[in-house]
């Protein structure tokens, strides 16, 4: 985690980095997306009623063995037709690490994280999360959890109504809903139904819902991709306070300017075939930025 | 499992799909039965026989309204993409799919009972108001009930399997509709033999609506239909990568 802080500068600007610090920060980046004056005004109120021993932890978490690979891709291949989507792809993440999952649009990025959620089967290798595959995981709400699209909601539900549906279908207490919706503040708004959701609320919805089981390792694919700037700045201080809690975090993008201060390592891949993999640091050698490595490698793909 | 079908009830509240449904199907119910009323024969109208069979546009609006609701259950999550964090939380897809069967075949029982209620309720006040005497015993009401609740609960079960088969939510309930309107109902004019033993005609007779085929026969027909298209659905469902 000390690795994480030094590799992003902005986390200088956010010193508080407890939980109670990040829904500050949520309310300051929200004052943007959902409203003006009024919704601040409001959500000083909220944050003077929260309680200072409130943490994210809220059910005992599952404590994997630290030896074992909290992600394990081994030569994952995924095929539709003459296409290889994702290429034989191999590589493990450690437990409480941040790594980027970098490469252009239809590189296989969802792809890989679909496989390793058992939202679709490879055709060949394995995709392991806790060194099983998701389907076999007891609970893996308690293990895993993610958000592929920022709009997985019914516009006709309320944020309320679509965590305890994921609740109850969990066998969480209805408790642990209200605890999300304190935690990404959404308590205000959690009887509005989610058509009058701003993205950024849809997007804080998204990861209450991930949270709901307490997981040991989050998975984001293109969170931010639509988010404006104190949108993106909200996640990365919300991902490095997960992070500085020892979960692992994956997550997906094609912005690298904002992949370069939220993550310690980062993997490369385009057409299907992972590229590059190791801590931002080696791979930014030469004085290199990690825009020019990650061009050169997608421009020598292509060609 | 409990926590399945808690979370699929759950997903049948808070939208107002359903109470469209609803409200689409008393519009549907009150129209055809009091035009069929008032437009047929008043010599016609006097069997108990023919009363019930030109009141089978309540059984049949039941089952088709309760496939719709079975096939919106599937393919709502489809669309919305609730689907996925759906299966996150239950990645062995069986348990869901089963939740949203039971789920909806109650939710078919409810619309079966409005249906026939309703179609009872309009019949006769449009009968009294004809001046015709309304021959429908106990006994007729009773199977317009509980047959219709039963005939419109495997619909519904069917619906979910369409659902999870076509999983396009427009296309699933066009084809419903369609085979209820177009294929049922030129059967049943051109090739009767034929349109009775399809699962619009097996309801019927489940209802009592129709002598032409025995009220088991309907019954066991329309187990079977139901039973194929959610053995069909729940394999798809199963086995098919999530978008």
Redesign the interface.
């Known amino acids: 985690m000390t690795q994480l802080v030094e590799t992003a500068p902005l986390a200088a600007s956010c010193p508080v980095v407890t939980p109670t610090g990040v829904v500050e920060l949520l309310l300051a980046a929200d004052a943007g997306v959902a409203g003006g004056g009024h919704d601040r005004l409001m959500q000083s109120e909220a944050i003077s009623q929260r309680t200072a021993d409130q943490t994210l932890s809220v059910v005992p978490p599952v404590a994997p063995r630290l030896s074992e690979a909290v992600v394990s891709c081994r030569a994952l291949t995924k095929r539709y037709g003459d296409l290889a989507a994702v290429n034989e792809v191999t590589f493990s993440l450690e437990r409480g690490t941040v790594t980027g999952y970098l490469g252009p649009n239809g590189a296989g990025k969802t792809t890989t994280l679909r496989l390793l959620l058992g939202l679709a089967e490879p055709t060949a290798g394995d995709a392991l999360v806790f060194e099983r595959r998701y389907g076999e995981l007891e609970q893996p709400f308690h293990y895993v959890g993610a958000v592929l699209e920022s709009n997985d909601f019914h516009p006709a539900r309320s944020g309320r109504d679509h965590l305890r549906m994921l609740a109850v279908a969990a066998g969480l207490p209805l408790s642990r809903v209200e605890e999300m919706l304190e935690l990404v503040d959404l308590r205000d708004a959690a009887k509005r139904r989610v058509r009058a959701y701003s993205l950024g609320m849809r997007q804080r919805l998204g990861l209450a819902a991930a949270l709901l089981g307490d997981p040991q390792l989050l998975i984001l694919d293109e969170p931010a991709n639509e988010a404006d700037p104190s949108g993106v700045r909200w996640l990365r201080t919300f991902l490095q306070t997960l992070a500085a809690e020892g979960r692992t975090v994956l997550i997906s993008s094609h912005r690298l300017a904002q992949v370069a201060q939220t993550v310690d390592q980062v993997l490369i891949i385009d057409h299907g075939r992972l590229l590059a993999r190791g801590p931002l640091d080696e791979l930014t050698t030469n004085g290199q930025s990690l825009e020019d490595v990650y061009l050169e490698l997608t421009a020598g793909e292509a060609s | 499992m409990i926590?399945?079908l808690?979370?699929e009830l759950?997903?049948q509240?808070?939208?107002?799909?359903t109470l469209y449904l609803f409200l689409a199907m008393f519009g549907l119910v009150a129209l055809v039965i009091t035009m069929n009323v008032l437009g047929v024969g008043a010599d016609d109208l006097a069997a108990s026989a023919q009363q019930l069979q030109d009141f089978e546009a309540g059984s049949r609006a039941g089952m088709l309204f309760a496939g719709l609701a079975g096939a919106i259950a599937i393919t709502?999550e489809i669309r919305?993409?609730?689907i996925?964090?759906?299966?996150?939380?239950?990645?062995?897809r069986g348990p869901?799919i089963a939740a949203k069967l039971a789920i909806s075949a109650l939710v078919g029982i409810v619309f079966g009972l409005l249906a026939e209620g309703l179609m009872a309720a309009d019949a006769s006040v449009a009968l009294s108001a004809r001046g015709i005497d309304n021959q429908l015993t106990g006994g007729d009401y009773l199977q317009l009930l509980a047959g219709g609740a039963a005939a419109a609960a495997l619909w519904a079960v069917a619906g979910v399997g369409v659902g999870a088969l076509v999983r396009n939510q427009v296309g699933a309930l066009i084809g419903l509709c369609a085979w209820m309107f177009l294929v049922e109902s030129t059967s049943e004019s051109f090739v009767p033999d034929f349109g009775r033993l399809l699962p619009g005609g097996a309801g019927i007779a489940l209802a009592g609506n129709s002598d032409a085929l025995p009220a088991a026969v309907g019954a066991l027909l329309l187990i079977l239909y139901a039973a194929a298209a959610a053995a069909a659905g729940w394999r798809a469902a199963l086995r098919r990568?999530?978008a």
């Open positions: 926590g399945q808690r979370s759950l997903k509240r808070p939208t107002e799909t709502a919305y993409g609730t996925r964090p759906t299966f996150l939380v239950t990645p062995r869901v990568d999530i």
